[in-house]
C-alpha cells in the first residue's frame, strides 16, 4: 500500500517523513487526511497538509515545529495547531476527535474520538479517507475510493447540509473542479437544505470564506451558474440576481486577468477572486455593496476596491474615451486604483480609446515619478510646506504631457514656476 506514499510530491516527502518519525518516538498513529488524501490518489499537486493523530496531535505539532525551529498557532478548545513551515507552506494537527451540532447551521461541539469518528465528520466520502504514515496503508470506511473512481460527490449522512451548509457551496465547488456529479441522493439533501434557506444562517463571515474559495477556483464562472441554478444569491443578499449581464461581465472579466498576466508578469501578482467579486455585485447600488462588504467582514482593501470601481466607472468612461486625452489626466485618475479595479473597468466598457488609454497608463504611466526631491528645493530656496506638493504635482504632470524627461530639465521648469510666482 505505499504507492500512495509514493506519489506525495518531492518537496513534501521529507516534511511527512519527519511527522512519521516523531510520532513513532511517541508511539502514536499519524494520518494524513483530508483533500490531500483525495488529490493524491487524483494525481492532482496539492501542498495542504493535514495531520490526525490517534493521541497528542497538539504535542505532535509542538516536536515537529521544533524540530524546523519554526512557528506554531495552537487551538487548545479544538485539539488542533497548525505549523507554518513557509509563508505558503502550513501543515494542519490535529487529534482525532467526533463532532456534534447542536443546532443546524451552529459551530459543533468538539470531543476525543477515534480515526472513524474523525473521518465521519467529514463533508463528503472522497474527504474521507486517510493513509497512515507508517505504512501508508489506506483507511476508507465510507466509499471515498470508489466514490473517486466514478466521479460522485456524496455526503456521508442526510443531516450533513443542514449540519453544515457551507457544504452546499463545497458540494458545487468539487463538481465543477473535478467534473464529477453530485449524487441523486445528496442532490435531493442539498436542494432541502437550500430550500429551507440554511446557508442564510451560517455566520457571515464564514459564508464570506467560502464564497472567497468559490471564486477563488480556476474556472469560478462554472460554480457561480451552478450555484444560481441550484440556490441562488440570497444567502450574500436578497438582492444580488445574477443575469445575463453578470455572466457577460465574469467573461470579460476573466479575458482581462489573461491579458493582464500575460503581458504584465513583473506586476505584483493579481487578487482574481476581488475581480470576480466586483462582477457579482455589479448590479448592486454602491450603498449595498457597502453594506455586503460591511456584513461579510471583507478587509478595507477588498471593500475599496470593490466600491471604487462603481465609484469611479461613469466618470472614467467619460473622460478615457475621448480622443488625445492627457496623459496626465489618464495618470490623475487611474494611478489612485488597484490593478484589479483598472481592469473591471476595461472589462465593463469595450471602447477602443477607453481600453487604449488604459493600455497606455499600464505600460507608460503606471508609477511614474520625478527625478527631483525635497533636496532640490531646498537648494533652490524654497521652504517646507504645501508648496512642495504643488511643485512635484506640476512637475509631474508635465512629465507625463513629454515637456520634461530629465533632471535638469525638472529643475528648469521649476525654477520657471518660481519666477512666476515671486
Not at 478615457?320 to 496623459?327: E, G, H, I
Not at 495618470?331 to 469595450?350: D, Q
Request: aromatic share 8%; with cysteine.
Amino acid at each position: 500500500m505505499e504507492k500512495y506514499l509514493k506519489k506525495i510530491p518531492e518537496e513534501l516527502k521529507g516534511l511527512i517523513n519527519n511527522v512519521r518519525d516523531i510520532a513513532a518516538k511517541k508511539n502514536i498513529k499519524a494520518y494524513l487526511v483530508g483533500g490531500f488524501v483525495r488529490d493524491l490518489i487524483l494525481g492532482v499537486k496539492n501542498l495542504d497538509l493535514d495531520i490526525v493523530s490517534a493521541g497528542d496531535g497538539i504535542g505532535l505539532a509542538q516536536d515537529f515545529a521544533d524540530a524546523h525551529g519554526v512557528k506554531i498557532t495552537v487551538h487548545q478548545q479544538f485539539g488542533t495547531a497548525t505549523v507554518f513551515v513557509k509563508p505558503a507552506l502550513k501543515v494542519d494537527f490535529s487529534s482525532s476527535r467526533k463532532e456534534y451540532y447542536p443546532q443546524p447551521a451552529h459551530l459543533p461541539l468538539v470531543q476525543a474520538g477515534s480515526l472513524k469518528d474523525d473521518l465521519f465528520r467529514r463533508d463528503f466520502t472522497i474527504n474521507s479517507m486517510a493513509i497512515g504514515l507508517k505504512d501508508g496503508s489506506l483507511v476508507d470506511y465510507f466509499g471515498g475510493l470508489d466514490d473517486l473512481r466514478h466521479k460522485v460527490i456524496r455526503v456521508l449522512h442526510p443531516l450533513s447540509f443542514n449540519d453544515d451548509p457551507t457544504r452546499i457551496l463545497r458540494a458545487v465547488r468539487f463538481e465543477q473542479r473535478y467534473n464529477f456529479k453530485i449524487e441523486p441522493r445528496t442532490l435531493k439533501l442539498l436542494k432541502e437544505a437550500s430550500r429551507a434557506r440554511l446557508l442564510e444562517r451560517i455566520h457571515p463571515h464564514r459564508t464570506r470564506d467560502d464564497l472567497i474559495l468559490v471564486l477563488k477556483e480556476k474556472e469560478p464562472i462554472k460554480e457561480i451558474r451552478r450555484i444560481e441554478k441550484l440556490t441562488g444569491f440570497d444567502f450574500v443578499s436578497p438582492k444580488l440576481k445574477v443575469n445575463a449581464r453578470t455572466y457577460a461581465l465574469l467573461r470579460a472579466f476573466k479575458k482581462q486577468i489573461d491579458y493582464f498576466n500575460k503581458n504584465y508578469t513583473r506586476r505584483r501578482p493579481l487578487d482574481n477572486w476581488v475581480i470576480y467579486l466586483i462582477a457579482l455585485l455589479d448590479c448592486l447600488d454602491v450603498k449595498t455593496t457597502k453594506g455586503i462588504c460591511a456584513r461579510l467582514g471583507l478587509r478595507k482593501g477588498e471593500e475599496k476596491r470593490t466600491v471604487t470601481y462603481k465609484q469611479t466607472k461613469l466618470k472614467a468612461l467619460k473622460y478615457l474615451s475621448k480622443a488625445r486625452v492627457k496623459p496626465a489626466k489618464i495618470f490623475a485618475l487611474l494611478e489612485p486604483l488597484s490593478y484589479e479595479t483598472i481592469l473591471a473597468l476595461r472589462g465593463t466598457y469595450n471602447h477602443p480609446l477607453f481600453r487604449r488609454n488604459i493600455t497606455d497608463f499600464l505600460d507608460i504611466y503606471n508609477g511614474m515619478r520625478i527625478f527631483v526631491s525635497g533636496n532640490d528645493l531646498r537648494g533652490l530656496g524654497v521652504l517646507p510646506g504645501p508648496r512642495y506638493q504643488e511643485i512635484f504635482t506640476q512637475v509631474l504632470n508635465a512629465k507625463l504631457n513629454g515637456r520634461v524627461k530629465t533632471k535638469e530639465e525638472e529643475l528648469a521648469l521649476i525654477k520657471q514656476l518660481l519666477r512666476k510666482r515671486s
